[in-house]
């Protein structure tokens, strides 16, 4: 079964730094590229950033780039994220989910999606 | 920046279908992905390029894409459907994946 476990969230004070991980099992991770997604309290789904699948290229939305990092270790089946500088706005579930890609290393949809891991930034 | 249209709310009847739109511009040249978000859970894809069905994904549910507008489309829809819907697309202008800002579907 393909699985994706989140670890690493919780409360934080403003600027801040918390690193997120994601422990996937069920599939032949080195192979995929892989996703962060957010989901603040009562809001929609807000795309953090990619990485594919040899780590090559970097994706970051707006909203995190030079505040955040993505990175993977193929060999230990983990996705990381971490976070520096963290605001209020940041406070969210985070989701790390498989890519499944067409056309491009990063062109595509994302399928599973672990259970998130909850990050409250608050002083 | 590229950005995706939904309506907030579709209300619908059970045994009637919904209609969930996307617009975006020029959404057509694009490949739409929809998710479905039940209260508390992860969201899982129900379509994606456009038209495609996941394995266990019931037959109900169907996609379409053209022009400026991309539709889900739920059939004889069920109280178990109720749930928040999200498009979602990849734009390779600014290598960004982009959501849009989903549809509650209530279940009347």
């Known amino acids: 079964e393909v699985q994706l476990v989140e670890s690493g969230g919780g409360l934080v004070k403003p600027g801040g730094t918390l690193s997120l991980s994601c422990a996937a099992s069920g599939f032949t991770f080195s192979a995929f590229t892989m996703t962060w997604v957010r989901q603040a309290p009562g809001k929609g789904l807000e795309w953090v950033a990619s990485?594919?699948?040899?780590?090559?290229?970097?994706y970051y939305a707006d909203s995190v780039k030079g505040r955040c990092t993505i990175s993977r270790d193929n060999a230990k089946n983990s996705l990381f994220l971490q976070m520096d500088s963290l605001r209020a706005e940041d406070t969210a579930m985070y989701f790390c989910?498989?890519?499944?890609?067409?056309?491009?290393?990063?062109?595509?949809?994302?399928?599973?999606w672990g259970q998130g891991t909850l990050v409250t930034v608050s002083s | 920046s590229y950005m995706l249209t939904q309506p907030p709310s579709v209300s619908v009847a059970p045994g009637e279908t919904a209609t969930i739109t996307c617009g975006g511009k020029n959404i057509g040249s694009k490949s739409v992905n929809w998710y479905q978000q039940r209260p508390g859970q992860a969201p899982v894809v129900v379509i994606y390029i456009n038209n495609d069905r996941p394995s266990g994904i019931p037959e109900r549910f169907s996609g379409s894409n053209s022009g400026s507008t991309a539709t889900l489309t739920i059939s004889r829809v069920e109280a178990g459907d109720e749930a928040d819907y999200y498009c979602q697309v990849w734009d390779s202008g600014t290598d960004h994946f982009i959501f849009g800002g989903g549809t509650k579907l209530t279940v009347l």
């Open positions: 989910a498989r890519v499944l890609t067409y056309n491009t290393d990063s062109e595509g949809w994302f399928v599973p």
């Open positions: 990485i594919t699948y040899s780590s090559n290229y970097m």
